[in-house]
Nanobody
Framework: QVQLVESGGGLVQPGGSLRLSCAASGISFNFYAMAWYRQAPGKQRKLVASITGGGNTNYTDSVKGRFTISRDNAERTVTLQMNSLKPEDTAVYYC????????WGQGTQVTVSS
């Protein structure tokens, strides 16, 4: 059974930081590209950042220089370090694993507000 379990969301003031983590089980983690998506209310789910099994990363333009995605293949985790958060970063953040099949976590809420 595949499980992706996110943690680390919460409420933070503008300019603050949060670190999201996703723990994977039930997949051959090293082979999977891992990604973080987000979905704001009333909007489509969109890619935030991705990382291949070999560590190549990709970011949407709006988070470049502020967010960092990383993975630990031994621990089977992927993290998203989010700095200089803005109100427009408010969304539910989802972990995704893809290697042919695609799997999703349950999501974690990130709210950036003063």
């Amino acid at each position: 059974q595949v499980q992706l379990v996110e943690s680390g969301g919460g409420l933070v003031q503008p300019g603050g930081s949060l670190r999201l983590s996703c723990a994977a089980s039930g997949i051959s983690f090293n082979f999977y590209a891992m990604a973080w998506y987000r979905q704001a209310p009333g909007k489509q789910r969109k890619l935030v950042a991705s990382i291949t099994g070999g560590g190549n990363t990709n970011y949407t333009d709006s988070v470049k220089g502020r967010f960092t995605i990383s993975r630990d293949n031994a621990e089977r985790t992927v993290t998203l370090q989010m700095n200089s958060l803005k109100p427009e970063d408010t969304a539910v953040y989802y972990c995704n694993a893809k290697y042919g099949n695609s799997y999703w976590g349950q999501g974690t809420q990130v709210t950036v507000s003063s």
